[in-house]
């Protein structure tokens, strides 16, 4: 029998939190601030695009 997708999430929800709860686990370095101009210059030119093919300039 297959699980559900419901099960699967849950199963893989524990298992992650357990990895996490680890003395050992060691948790990613906190976004700083050349980070956030990466997203946000990323998510500028995305939105450029967009305008750009719904103009017709890019086709």
Do not use: H
Not at 1 to 18: A, F, G, P, Q, V
Not at 29 to 55: E, F
């Amino acid at each position: 029998m297959e699980k559900s997708i419901e099960e699967l999430i849950y199963e893989e929800t524990d298992k992650r939190l357990k990895e996490m709860k680890a003395p050992d686990y060691e948790f990613p370095k906190q976004a700083n601030k050349a980070d956030w101009i990466g997203i946000l210059a990323s998510v500028g030119v995305s939105l450029l695009l967009i305008v750009l093919c719904m103009t017709g300039v890019i086709e």
